[in-house]
């Protein structure tokens, strides 16, 4: 499968959900067993969907949202699962159908959906209320309109948006999402333009982005935000060029880049830490 999710319960079973493979869109889940053993089906999903986002909730449970569905929409539908009996369960839908979107895990327990693409590329923006289980729209639309873009949680409880595609236009602007006013504004300008890159969030506050495309080429350029001051600085590049990859903050404070494709739209195996 490809365009899936995976994500990391409590129990440590990896819950992989969904994608594309086999020639059409998947509902089928599967779930590793925390030994690093065999992977298992579980309860599949009731819509098949890729692109979507998988989002772990404060009591445990997934939400899956959005996505690409078999008749080539964005999907609006939502789905949550219990890790208690294993099974999905329908959530309640987004106010607007969505793709290539993001979903980020606010401190108070709700979730923020920001962008994607439904025939359009979209700036709205969606809260999911973690009491009532209901989505709003009552949260400021972005600046820009974004597809393909990236959304960090701050230790300070916003949340930055970068880059992304906007109307053909690969975007070198960035906004910060403020959860008590619930409103969007711009802050500082990256150094490169960037779609299909990577944001992580280091140990000290500062959030790393590596790779991309900036609508012409491959990056292998990196550059640090700095929420102190909005500033966006170049560190040392990647020794390569680099989309679709990987970044994970490792226990030790470093990043592992994975794979990814590079200048020549090859497939990667090579790995480097920063």
């Known amino acids: 499968r490809r365009a899936h999710t995976a994500t990391l319960p409590p129990n440590g079973q990896v819950l992989g959900a969904g994608g594309y493979g086999g020639g059409g869109y998947l509902t089928s889940v599967e779930v590793d067993a925390p030994d690093g053993g065999s992977w298992s089906n579980t309860d599949a999903l009731s819509v098949a969907r890729s692109y979507h ?22 999907l609006g539908s939502a789905e949550v699962y219990d890790l208690a009996d294993g099974s999905w369960k329908e959530g309640d839908d987004l106010n607007t159908g969505r793709a290539d979107h993001t979903a980020t895990l606010l401190a108070d327990g709700s979730v923020l959906v920001v962008g994607g693409f439904t025939g359009s590329i979209l700036a709205s923006s969606e809260l999911l209320d973690p009491v009532s289980g209901l989505w709003s729209n ?131 195996h090579s790995a480097e830490i920063y």
């Open 53 to 74: 986002t998988a989002t772990l909730l404060p009591n445990g449970k997934v939400l899956v949202a959005g996505g690409m569905g078999t008749s080539g929409s964005a």
């Open 138 to 268: 009552t949260t400021g639309a972005l600046n820009n309109s974004r597809r393909y873009h990236t959304a960090t949680l701050l230790n300070n409880g916003e949340v930055l948006v970068t880059g992304g595609l906007s109307g053909g236009n690969t975007l070198l602007s960035s906004e910060l999402y403020d959860p008590d006013s619930e409103t969007w504004s711009y802050t500082g300008v990256m150094n490169d333009a960037r779609i299909h890159h990577t944001a992580t969030l280091l140990a000290d506050g500062r959030v790393l982005l590596t790779g991309g495309n900036n609508g012409v080429g491959k990056l292998k350029s990196v550059e640090i935000y700095d929420p102190a001051t909005g500033d966006w600085t170049r560190v040392a590049a990647m020794t390569a060029y680099r989309q679709f990859h990987s970044a994970t903050l490792l226990a030790d404070g470093k990043v592992m880049v994975v794979g990814g494709k590079n200048e020549s739209d090859e497939d990667l």
